[in-house]
């Protein structure tokens, strides 16, 4: 397999010589309260990510520098060991980002429901969730993308979708099972697994879970690479407070139009949604997009998610997966109750291909 054309900087970060973003996050002063109001809280995070962008350039142009010398690989060590002796700011850019999240579910605004519930008083919206994280099983996964393997998966319970043929619908659909989430005990977790060899750290279905993963990423120690492993169907909101935090977006693009989202996943406004979260990811961190071809779905899916992701968001990671299969509930619809067909899978190729898509893994 040839080596993946973007995802670069998340190479970097894997191999010890660049920071996690979450460093660099930690290490810009914030003065807040976390009994301050929202509102005011959001605008000390608008002055420390301006803080956090010219620190993260400056890293850049220096890690690009010290390709120029005669050894960079060993100078790039030194710079980022020289980085992580930085003292950590208390509190921290990263600290406000946990006092936000955790604001937030009082009157949720976390993904695309929008429900206003407040979780922290037991109050449910469409993901079933209240304050409390669960996760399912957490293990190095070897059947990730290649770049990610092993990788250091963290199944969380409950989602933001009600996908007809989720393969995990046994954990998507009960919020309340597996295991209480501590997180400085998780996150001593992932420093061990990083220890292990684990190249990042995996949060899958994480958008209500944000509160949480923030704190488990404040807790962590190890320069492990957060990857977000999501439908992409959250809020504005919570796509600022991970800039800074996710260094790789595992994207699900699954839907090409509304109907289709609404249809088979229960959700509205999917494209009005994911659209400016995707192009809110490019700028801010890298993507590995996922597309799952559905089949009968490559003239209203597959074809339009190609042609935008070729013309919005060209330079990403683009995972062409064949592997649906009818889960769950997909046998209630007759259209969704089949496999894809040879015919079908090398359409989707050709189609994603024709689109311009440059780094296309099979």
Known sequence: MAAPKYLKRYSKVHRDEMPALFKITERIPA????DMPLEELR?????GIEEYRKLHENLEIQAMEAFAYKDPADRLVLFTESFLELPKANPSLLDLKVAIADKMIENCNCCGWRCGVNRKAGEKG?????DVSNYASEFLHMGEEPELVPSHTIFLTGCTFACIFCQNWELSTAPESGNRIEPRKLAKLIDLRRMHGSKN???????????TV??????????????????MYHSPEIA???????????GDFKYGNNECAQKYSKVKNYLEVVQPNFRFAYKTAEILLRHLVL???????TK???????KNIPQIRFNLMFQYSPYHRAMEYPEMGRYLTTEEEAAAIYIVKEAGIEDLLV
């Open 240 to 250: 600022e407070i991970l800039e800074g935090v996710v260094d790789v977006y595992l």
């Open 126 to 130: 469409f993901c079933r969730l209240t």
């Open 295 to 301: 089949p009968g779905h490559l003239e209203c899916c």
């Open 31 to 34: 003065q807040f309260d976390s």
């Open 43 to 47: 605008k000390i995070h608008e002055k």
């Open 304 to 310: 339009p998610i190609a042609e935008w992701v070729a």
């Open 201 to 211: 750290a995996n949060f899958v279905t994480p958008t209500p879970h944000a509160h």
């Open 214 to 231: 923030l704190k488990i990423i404040r807790e962590m120690s190890g320069n492990t690479p957060v990857v977000w492993n999501s439908n």
